[in-house]
């Protein structure tokens, strides 16, 4: 898995702090549960969307597969 860095403003994490506790779960898992419905959520993305993004990145990495 790669690793990814997002800045974001200090009340949006203390935000993120607060709901990732009361789930019990760390800022990294909620962000990705979090992430990957956005993705999943549209199954035709529009272009330029992050869904169509991450479409496109993952057909890049299948295709660079032995």
């Known amino acids: ?3 990814l860095i997002i ?5 949006l994490v203390r ?3 607060g709901i990732a ?8 898992q909620l ?4 992430l990957t419905s956005l993705v999943e959520a549209s199954p035709e ?3 330029g969307s992050p869904a169509a993004i991450l ?11 032995p």
């Open 45 to 47: 993305p529009r272009a």
């Open 31 to 34: 962000a990705l549960e979090r």
């Open 1 to 3: 898995m790669a690793n």
């Open 7 to 11: 800045e974001v403003p200090d009340d």
């Open 21 to 28: 506790a009361a789930q019990r779960k760390s800022i990294q």
């Open 15 to 17: 935000g993120l702090e």
């Open 55 to 65: 479409q496109v990145l993952r057909m890049l990495m299948n295709s660079m597969r």
